[in-house]
């Protein structure tokens, strides 16, 4: 089977009005954005890719997503917690602060010691965790969702299909305590964390793990890293 896209254009992403540099007077957040080297990121869309575009896909998502969130207003800076050096060299181009994984102890622990590089220059900062894989975020839905996190100590966005977390707040003088992975939506909910639910945010929930998870970023309009990867997408057998 393959996994079929539209060889038509794909819907751009959406210009939005909350598209600012991270300098602006409003920005207060610090996000902390994992990434595993490419040759293991995303191991699941390698049955609806191939191997060979599934670490191109996951630097692009990376892109896409480090890009959005620093065009975000009341983003002040991102962390991403990585060993990978193309991507390192690639995302720090972008303007992010690149964090050694010194842990090595997987995804927690990395956004832990993300937060931890964080708070080690700005003790008062307002952290959050995002996934590196939301190729169509947008600022302005980004922007939404940490207003509503503003509100609680610890706050957290579910995914697209209402099992996993995308985002993962945590104010000033509070641990980010993350507990990603598997049904981590349960598990935030657990540890205390307030839910937000809001209408209207997609960007921020549509992370992908699946081939149908890539179609549905698509359809959302991802940036543009991940659409210039379309045309290969269309052509390899997958799932």
Known sequence: MSLVL???????????????????????????????????????????????????????????????????????????????????????????????DRPGAGLNAALAHGAYAVRRARPDAAVAALNADLPALRPGELGRVLDAASLFSRAFLADAAGIGTTFLSAGP??????????????????????EILLARVDSVRQDVDTGADLRAALALGAGPATTALRSAVDVVPGY
């Open 6 to 100: 539209s060889s038509a254009v794909a819907p751009a992403r959406p210009e939005d009005e909350g598209d600012a540099t991270n300098t602006a007077s409003t920005a207060r957040w610090s996000l902390v954005v994992p990434l595993k080297p490419l040759a293991l990121a995303k191991s699941r869309l390698a049955a609806a890719v191939g191997a060979a575009l599934r670490p191109r896909l996951a630097l692009a998502f990376a892109l896409d997503t480090v890009s959005a969130a620093l065009a975000c207003p009341a983003v002040r800076d991102v962390a991403v917690v990585t060993d990978d050096p193309l991507a390192g060299a690639e995302l720090a181009s972008l303007g992010a602060r690149i964090v050694a």
């Open 173 to 194: 003088g509070t641990d980010l305590a993350p507990a990603f992975g598997g049904p981590s939506r349960a598990a935030h909910s657990a540890s205390g964390a307030a």
